[in-house]
C-alpha cells in the first residue's frame, strides 16, 4: 500500500543530544514537508521541500535541518540548538504540479527530550 | 499573511447530535485553497476535503457538509447524526494558489458523548 512512514513512534533522547526523525514515502510524491504540533497547537512548518536537493525554510526552522537526496526520503534532524525540542512531528507530502494539492501526512513521531 | 482562526477549543456533543465547527480565515489573495482534515487520537491527519475560493457551492459528503461564505471568509464544517468514531481533532487551513504551504488554524477537539 501507498503512504507515508515515520519512524520510531515514540523517541526520548537527553538534553544536547542531535536526534534524526525519519520520513519515507512511496506515493511518488515530489513536495514534502516537516511539521511541528504543541499541546492545544495548530501545525506549524518547520522545513519543505518541493523537489530532490532542494528545500526550504518554514515558519519554525531555527535549531532543525533536513536533507532531501532522495524523492522517498526526507529526514529531519532535531539539533541541541532547539530550545523545546519535546513536540509531535508530522511528516507529510502532496502530489507534483501547478496546482494546490492536499497534503497526505505520516503517523506521526512524538520526541521527548528530557 | 495568511491566518486561520478556529474560535471553539472543545465541543461536546451526545451521540447523533449534529455539531458544527467554525473557521474563519483572512488572506490577501484572490486565489487560495481551503482544506478540513481530521486528526484521530492515533495521531495521524486525515485529509476531507479541499475547496478553491471560485467554488463557493456548498458540498456533502456522507454525514459531512461544508458550507463555504467568502462573504464571510467562512468555512464551516457540519457533522450530522454524530457517532463516537468522529471523536478527533479537526482542523482548518489555507494555502494560496500555487503554493502547498499551509496556514492551520488551532483545531477544534469534537468529543462524542455515547
Known amino acids: 500500500d501507498g503512504g507515508i512512514t515515520q519512524s520510531p513512534k515514540y523517541l526520548f533522547r537527553k538534553e544536547g543530544q542531535n536526534v534524526t526523525l525519519s520520513c519515507e514515502q512511496n506515493?511518488?510524491?515530489?513536495?514534502m514537508y516537516w511539521y511541528r504540533q504543541d499541546p492545544g497547537q495548530g501545525l506549524r512548518l518547520i522545513y519543505y521541500?518541493?523537489?530532490?536537493?532542494?528545500?526550504q525554510k518554514g515558519d519554525i526552522a531555527e535549531g532543525y535541518s533536513v536533507s532531501r537526496e532522495k524523492k522517498e526520503s526526507f529526514p529531519l534532524t532535531v539539533t541541541s540548538a532547539q530550545k523545546n525540542p519535546t513536540a509531535f512531528y508530522l511528516c507529510?507530502?502532496?502530489?507534483?504540479?501547478?496546482?494546490?494539492?492536499?497534503?497526505?501526512f505520516g503517523p506521526g513521531t512524538r520526541l521527548t527530550v528530557t | 499573511a495568511q491566518k486561520v482562526t478556529q474560535a471553539q477549543t472543545e465541543i461536546s456533543v451526545v451521540e447523533k447530535e449534529d455539531v458544527t465547527l467554525d473557521c474563519v480565515y483572512e488572506?490577501?489573495?484572490?486565489?487560495?485553497?481551503l482544506f478540513w482534515y481530521k486528526q484521530p487520537p492515533s495521531g495521524e491527519l486525515v485529509f476531507l476535503i479541499r475547496?478553491?475560493?471560485?467554488?463557493?457551492q456548498n458540498e456533502i459528503s456522507g454525514r459531512y457538509s461544508w458550507n463555504f461564505q467568502k462573504s464571510t471568509s467562512s468555512f464551516n464544517f457540519t457533522i450530522t447524526a454524530s457517532q463516537v468514531v468522529d471523536s478527533a481533532v479537526y482542523f482548518c487551513?489555507?494555502?494560496?494558489?500555487?503554493?502547498?504551504?499551509?496556514?492551520f488554524g488551532k483545531g477544534n477537539q469534537v468529543v462524542v458523548i455515547p
Open positions: 507529510a507530502s502532496s502530489p507534483p504540479g501547478q496546482d494546490t494539492y492536499e497534503q497526505y
Open positions: 506515493l511518488n510524491h515530489d513536495a
Open positions: 521541500s518541493q523537489i530532490v536537493n532542494d528545500f
Open positions: 488572506t490577501r489573495d484572490t486565489t487560495y485553497y
Open positions: 475547496r478553491n475560493s471560485f467554488d463557493e
Open positions: 487551513a489555507l494555502s494560496k494558489y500555487g503554493n502547498n504551504r499551509l496556514a
